[in-house]
């Protein structure tokens, strides 16, 4: 009986024992783990202080923020997790009801200083919280920042470019001898999983990212780097909407204008406004480029370019008004002269034919007659006069033959005025030949651009 009782007792003890020990609480104090600051599990976690520490690492992309090109920075979100060994924790889950992990506070265990070289701004978000911890003493951090990060901006082919934008993490102070970064997922998983969390791309389409390890010689200690490159290619369709087209479109407009004449000023005032409409273009891409590059962007080029073809059309333009007006400038004092010798000339002509065509009316309409005639007696009188009257008619018909040869002379001495002059067909001949040069050199132009900026091996 006794022994039945003492078994009883022993069963009942072991009972009590599971129950009191089913408790998150129970598995941190097994460990030791309080929120007292506890200097053991603030160091290193190794038994032998000559093991390696390998800390895994896993990077997911998941949004793309920002790129500022201006500012060569790069604002991406993305999701950081690495887990490591704690050789000084670790419980039987039997002895605890099956507890296989638990979660604590972050700052009760030792954590690896893992650092990112490219960030240069703290992230204002604040860290996880909690680390999780299981029963085999592995110790998982996981964390999302928003990250400011230095890019160096490849911006030559703006805007059909591709950007590579490097993402390193390493220890600050410890060396491969210590820690031992290790990447979890090679470059195609590390891709599939960011597609598949990917939320936000803003104006950047998500191409894939790649994952490489290099060890670098610090200070007479390798140190291992594990390098996440992020590559992305730039939606082209605003720029091109907004920027591109609008500058071909004046472009086309300056070729347009070759139909205007040179006669006025209307031209040379249309030809301004279009060149300044370009260079209100360059200001604005100004503020998107930064100046930092090695080599002149293409879009750059296609401004200078288009702008440089404007003002050789305005130069055209003003050489052409300037030997119009050379031309039209001694004409203008001959002209004057001229103009007033035929006024009197065509004056005196006009009075004589006036005078004619009186002295013709009152030939006619007003014969002379004697008071006191009857008409009948006048008649042998107009007979005799007949002759004589024909005579005069004549004469002033031959008059009036004269003067229109002479209005004649003076119509065709103004269109020989009008008809233009030498340095005018010179102008002419300037102005068309120019207009081929530039048409040709603007085509050329435009298919040059086009082959660079579909050029792929041209990065």
Same mark, same amino acid.
């Given at each position: 009986?006794?022994?039945?009782?003492?078994?009883? &007792?022993?069963?009942?003890?072991?009972?009590?024992?599971?129950?009191?020990?089913?408790?998150?609480?129970?598995?941190?104090?097994?460990?030791?783990?309080?929120?007292?600051?506890?200097?053991?599990?603030?160091?290193?976690?190794?038994?032998?202080?000559?093991?390696?520490?390998?800390?895994?690492?896993?990077?997911?992309?998941?949004?793309?923020?920002?790129?500022?090109?201006?500012?060569?920075?790069?604002?991406?979100?993305?999701?950081?997790?690495?887990?490591?060994?704690?050789?000084?924790?670790?419980?039987?889950?039997?002895?605890?009801?099956?507890?296989?992990?638990?979660?604590?506070?972050?700052?009760?265990?030792?954590?690896?200083?893992?650092?990112?070289?490219?960030?240069?701004?703290?992230?204002?978000?604040?860290?996880?919280?909690?680390?999780?911890?299981?029963?085999?003493?592995?110790?998982?951090?996981?964390?999302?920042?928003?990250?400011?990060?230095?890019?160096?901006?490849?911006?030559?082919?703006?805007?059909?470019?591709?950007?590579?934008?490097?993402?390193?993490?390493?220890?600050?102070?410890?060396?491969?001898?210590?820690?031992? &970064?290790?990447?979890?997922?090679? @470059?195609?998983?590390?891709?599939?999983?960011?597609?598949?969390?990917?939320?936000?791309?803003?104006?950047?389409?998500?191409?894939?990212?790649?994952?490489?390890?290099?060890?670098?010689?610090?200070?007479?200690?390798?140190?291992?780097?594990?390098?996440?490159?992020?590559?992305?290619?730039?939606?082209?369709?605003?720029?091109?909407?907004?920027?591109?087209?609008?500058?071909?479109?004046?472009?086309?407009?300056?070729?347009? @204008?070759?139909?205007?004449?040179? @006669?006025?000023?209307?031209?040379?005032?249309?030809?301004?406004?279009?060149? &300044?409409?370009?260079?209100?273009?360059?200001?604005?891409?100004?503020?998107?480029?930064?100046?930092?590059?090695?080599?002149?962007?293409?879009?750059?080029?296609?401004?200078?370019?288009?702008?440089?073809?404007?003002?050789?059309?305005?130069?055209?333009?003003?050489?052409?008004?300037?030997?119009?007006?050379?031309?039209?400038?001694?004409?203008?004092?001959?002209?004057?002269?001229?103009?007033?010798?035929?006024?009197?000339?065509?004056?005196?002509?006009?009075?004589?034919?006036?005078?004619?065509?009186?002295?013709?009316?009152?030939?006619?309409?007003?014969?002379?007659?004697?008071?006191?005639?009857?008409?009948?007696?006048?008649?042998?009188?107009?007979?005799?006069?007949?002759?004589?009257?024909?005579?005069?008619?004549?004469?002033?018909?031959?008059?009036?033959?004269?003067?229109?040869?002479?209005?004649?002379?003076?119509?065709?001495?103004?269109?020989?005025?009008?008809?233009?002059?030498?340095?005018?067909?010179?102008?002419?001949?300037?102005?068309?030949?120019?207009?081929?040069?530039?048409?040709?050199?603007?085509?050329?132009?435009?298919?040059?651009?086009?082959?660079?900026?579909?050029?792929?091996?041209?990065?």
């Amino acid at each position: 009986m006794l022994l039945v009782g003492f078994l009883s &007792l022993l069963v009942l003890a072991g009972g009590a024992t599971c129950e009191a020990n089913c408790s998150y609480q129970d598995v941190l104090n097994h460990l030791k783990l309080t929120k007292d600051i506890n200097l053991f599990h603030m160091i290193r976690p190794v038994r032998d202080p000559r093991s390696t520490t390998e800390v895994h690492l896993s990077l997911l992309l998941y949004a793309i923020l920002e790129v500022k090109e201006k500012d060569q920075k790069f604002v991406p979100y993305v999701w950081i997790t690495m887990w490591w060994k704690n050789d000084h924790i670790g419980w039987n889950p039997d002895e605890f009801c099956g507890i296989q992990s638990v979660s604590i506070p972050n700052e009760l265990l030792w954590k690896p200083d893992l650092t990112i070289e490219e960030m240069t701004e703290i992230d204002k978000a604040p860290p996880s919280p909690y680390l999780t911890i299981t029963s085999e003493g592995n110790v998982t951090l996981m964390n999302d920042q928003v990250l400011t990060s230095t890019c160096r901006m490849q911006i030559y082919k703006f805007p059909f470019d591709t950007q590579s934008c490097n993402l390193t993490i390493k220890s600050f102070i410890h060396s491969d001898n210590e820690i031992k &970064l290790l990447q979890y997922s090679n @470059s195609s998983e590390a891709t599939e999983d960011s597609r598949g969390v990917m939320r936000i791309q803003s104006e950047w389409l998500f191409i894939n990212m790649t994952v490489t390890s290099i060890t670098v010689n610090y200070y007479s200690f390798n140190q291992t780097f594990v390098i996440y490159t992020i590559n992305m290619k730039r939606r082209s369709a605003l720029y091109i909407v907004n920027f591109i087209l609008p500058i071909l479109f004046l472009l086309c407009l300056d070729l347009a @204008s070759f139909l205007v004449s040179d @006669s006025g000023g209307e031209k040379l005032g249309f030809k301004v406004t279009v060149l &300044l409409a370009v260079t209100v273009m360059q200001l604005i891409l100004n503020e998107i480029l930064p100046s930092s590059s090695n080599r002149i962007p293409l879009i750059a080029v296609y401004c200078i370019g288009v702008f440089t073809l404007m003002m050789l059309s305005l130069l055209e333009t003003v050489l052409v008004m300037h030997l119009i007006g050379k031309d039209s400038a001694p004409r203008d004092k001959e002209t004057e002269k001229d103009r007033n010798r035929e006024d009197k000339r065509g004056k005196d002509a006009v009075r004589s034919c006036d005078g004619q065509f009186n002295k013709l009316f009152h030939s006619k309409c007003s014969p002379e007659t004697s008071p006191g005639k009857s008409p009948t007696e006048l008649l042998p009188v107009a007979k005799e006069d007949s002759p004589s009257r024909l005579m005069e008619e004549s004469n002033v018909s031959d008059e009036l033959r004269e003067v229109m040869k002479t209005l004649t002379l003076l119509l065709d001495s103004r269109k020989e005025e009008e008809a233009p002059g030498y340095w005018t067909g010179v102008a002419q001949k300037i102005n068309k030949a120019f207009c081929i040069v530039y048409v040709t050199a603007a085509t050329l132009f435009l298919l040059f651009m086009f082959i660079n900026w579909t050029d792929d091996q041209n990065e």
